[in-house]
Structures are given as C-alpha cells and as structure tokens.
C-alpha cells in the first residue's frame, strides 16, 4: 500500500514539473517574441546548411530576429532564398547587408547583419519583391573557400610549371651553372688579399676625398679672387677689342681716302715715267749708235727738195 501511494507522489510530481517547464518556456518565448516585426527576404547562392528555421538573426552581435523561411528561390533555383522576421525597431538600411556566421565549434549558424550607416535611408521597400531585400555579402568560410581553391590551382599550375622546367635539359644546365657559380666563389676566395688591398685602396680615398671636402671651404676664397680676376681680364679684352675695331674703322676710313685721291696722282706719276723712261730708250739708242752726238750734237737733217 505505502509502494503505491509513493510512486503515486512521483508521477504526480512529474506531471507537475513538466507542466511548470512547459508554462515556461510558453512564458519565455512569448516574452520574446513581443513587439512588432517586419518581414524581409534575402537571396544567396551559397550552401546554408548551418541555418535552420528559427535560427538568430542578430545586428553587431544583438539579437533582433529569427530566420522565418528557408527555400529555393522560384525565379532561379540557383539561389536561395531567405525569409527574415526582424524586430520594427532594429536599423535596417539600404546599405544594410547580411552573412551567414558560424557560432563558435557548434557548427550552428545564424545570420549577422551588418552596416547601416546614419544617413543611409530606411529599407522600406524593393521593387518587384514582396518584402524589402538585404543584400548579402560572401560568409567568412566561403571567402576562406574561394581563397583555398585559388591558392591550390595557383600552386598546380607552378608545380607544372616547374615540372616543365626542371626537364634533363635544365637540370644539366642548372648543374654546370651551380659548377661554374662554385668555382667562381672559389676564385673570389683566391683572391680575398686583392679584395682586400682594393677595399683599402677605396678606404684610402674615401679618406682622402673627405680631407678635400674639408679643403674646400679655404679654397673657396681663392677661387673666387680668380673668377674676380677672369672678370676683369674679360673686360679689359672687350674694351681692347671695340678699340681694335674703332682703329680698323679709321683705317678703313683712311685708305678710301688715299684710293680716292693719291691713286690718280700715283696713275699720271707713273704715265710720266713711262714717258721720260721712253725719251731715255731712245737718247741711249742714239747714243749708241751715233757716240759723237755728246760732242757734236745731233747730226743735221739733209734738206729736202725745194728746202734750200
């Protein structure tokens, strides 16, 4: 008897418990479910196995809503399309956009919004949609993704690449250029002691180029009395050349005038030399023929007829 009523107590206990668990969690939910909400739909053609219905929708981390519906979008099967209930008070705008995020190693998903900048308008409405639209950016796993098939087909194609290079062909030539690479750093050991004394020699006129560089500045003084004395002497030759030539001009002037005056003076001097040196030719011719001429003077001419 005492058997029966004790697992009478443990069954009405049960009972009682699993109604109180159940009058809470109604109580819990509803709490959480108050307030007004909006619908919005969101399109992505990447796999949202990590999503299910009633999954989080949170704006930097708040909770704002949950996933409504998940379905093939009837207009291109290639997408998916997701159905949002988001709180009325949460900053939805059109610069607003969602990503699918993981939920630490749970592997459960929800759906992060992010963005919405303060002058960016209110989403209210998209045409030729039913609810306004979120735009939706690539999850973090599928840009890890992308970013993996990338670097894998990038290193394929330089491992045939490099299979293309690396044929008997090259191999023997990368062979004799690592030989000849060998004997070449053997040979610049050899003559480490030439390297060395041509280092020194770079030292030493490093050192010496530096003692010019502090010569420099008491030289300076020097070099500009000599550009001073270089001025000067270019002076003194432009003032002798404008006086060479005010004298060729005199000159010039000068030998005009004797060309116009002593020249015809010079030409009658001349025709009256030629003249006497004519009377001369023929006195000597005379002379020469008749010496007693000197004496005697010029022999009388014979009359002519009926000149007696």
């Known amino acids: 008897m005492q058997a029966r009523v004790g697992y009478a107590a443990v069954g009405a206990f049960v009972l009682v418990l699993g109604a109180a668990l159940l009058v809470l969690g109604l109580w819990l939910g509803s709490g959480r479910e108050r307030g007004e909400f909006q619908l919005y739909h969101a399109y992505t053609e990447e796999s949202v196995a990590a999503l299910g219905l009633s999954s989080a929708v949170t704006y930097r981390g708040v909770d704002v809503g949950r996933v409504a519906g998940i379905e093939l979008d009837p207009d291109d099967p290639t ?43 209110a989403l209210e409405h998209t045409p030729g949609s039913r609810y ?68 020194g020699n770079l030292e030493r006129m490093a050192a010496s180029g530096a003692q010019a560089a502090e010569a420099l500045p008491q030289l300076a003084p020097r070099v500009e009395a000599v550009l001073d004395r270089t001025d000067q002497l270019l002076s003194t030759l432009q003032r002798t050349g404008e006086e060479v030539g005010s004298t060729a001009r005199d000159s010039r002037r000068q030998l005009e005038y004797t060309a116009g005056v002593l020249l015809p ?22 002379l020469n023929a008749n010496p007693q001429m000197l004496l005697l003077g010029p022999p009388r001419r014979e009359p002519g007829p009926g000149e007696e």
């Open 79 to 121: 997408r998916v399309r997701l159905t949002l209930r988001i709180r009325a008070e949460a900053p939805i705008k059109t610069d607003t956009v969602a990503t699918i995020a993981m939920q630490g190693l749970t592997g459960l998903g929800s759906l992060e919004l992010t963005g919405g900048s303060r002058d960016a308008p």
């Open 132 to 199: 306004p639209v979120i735009a939706m950016q690539p999850s973090l796993m599928n840009r890890l993704d992308t970013a993996l098939s990338l670097a894998m087909k990038t290193l394929d194609q330089a491992s045939q690449r490099l299979l293309v290079i690396l044929n008997e062909d090259n191999a023997h030539a990368i062979g004799a250029i690592l030989a000849n690479t060998e004997q070449i750093t053997g040979n610049l050991a050899a003559q480490s002691a030439r390297l060395d004394g041509a280092i």
């Open 265 to 286: 003076q010079v030409e009658r001097l001349v025709d009256d030399l030629g003249g006497a040196a004519g009377s001369l030719g023929d006195l000597g011719a005379r």
